[in-house]
């Protein structure tokens, strides 16, 4: 199992600034992922991240927008750019452990946007 | 791209009854997974299937995947207060991504 924590855990943000979430895990992972959740909806993915490389971003989602670090095995971090109303959500840090494809997910970003 | 529809969107039961949510896929999947959601949580995984005919239970909770490898169904038996939340399905190809159903919303009264 993995345990997750992101910061922050809600925010109000001001249209036209922007947002860096992190998420921290308990162990070694070499697949976190991203996702957004909006409110009574489900989880859509927005990129993965690998340890060493650039992340892969879905359909609909550019680094622009949402650039992604992932300095090491334990730690990403989600960038929000350039924010308008129609990011208000929540997003959730994802990683997957082992060999299974059990996902385990952090606590989630609440962000509203003025 | 890969589509997974769930149904129905929401439940409403009287504590006891059963309740069942479907997942159907566009493709044929090489295993899916089912997450529940307590209200203000995160998803929390429940269980994966991998095998074509696959069915798994979990005390009352009861999780098939179609011959096909295109479906699944998660029953609750009996359910009870403690079951409420929203309930989605996942579904993965040959690729690492999961594809989330829409879920399913139970509600359940004492």
């Known amino acids: 199992s993995a345990v997750i924590s992101q910061k922050p855990s809600r925010d109000i943000c001001q249209r036209g600034t922007s947002l860096t979430i992190q998420c921290q895990v308990d162990?070694?992972?070499?697949?976190m992922f991203w996702y957004r959740q909006q409110p009574g909806q489900s989880l859509t993915l927005i990129a993965t991240?690998?340890?060493?490389?650039?992340?892969?971003?879905e359909s609909g989602f550019v680094i622009d927008k949402f650039p992604i670090s992932r300095p090491n095995l334990t730690f990403s971090t989600l960038t929000v750019s350039n924010m308008s109303p129609e990011d208000s959500s929540i997003y959730l840090c994802?990683?997957?452990?082992?060999?299974?494809?059990?996902?385990?997910f952090g606590p989630g970003t609440r962000l509203t946007v003025l | 791209g890969q589509q997974v529809m769930q149904i129905p969107q929401y439940q409403h039961v009287q504590e006891g009854e059963d309740f069942t949510t479907y997942c159907n896929s566009s493709?044929?999947?090489?295993?899916i997974q089912w997450y529940k959601q307590r209200p203000g949580g995160h998803p929390v995984f429940l269980i994966q299937?991998?095998?074509?005919?696959e069915v798994k239970k979990q005390k009352r909770l009861t999780f098939q995947f179609g011959e096909a490898k295109k479906n699944s169904s998660l029953h609750i038996t009996a359910t009870q207060t403690t079951d409420v939340g929203t309930y989605f399905c996942?579904?993965?190809?040959?690729?690492?991504?999961?594809?989330f159903g829409k879920g399913t919303s139970l509600l359940v009264t004492p």
């Open positions: 994802s990683v997957r452990t082992g060999g299974f494809n059990e996902q385990f």
């Open positions: 162990s070694q992972v070499t697949m």
């Open positions: 991240a690998n340890q060493g490389s650039e992340a892969t971003y």
């Open positions: 493709t044929t999947l090489s295993n």
């Open positions: 299937l991998v095998k074509s005919g």
């Open positions: 996942a579904g993965a190809n040959s690729g690492y991504a999961l594809n």
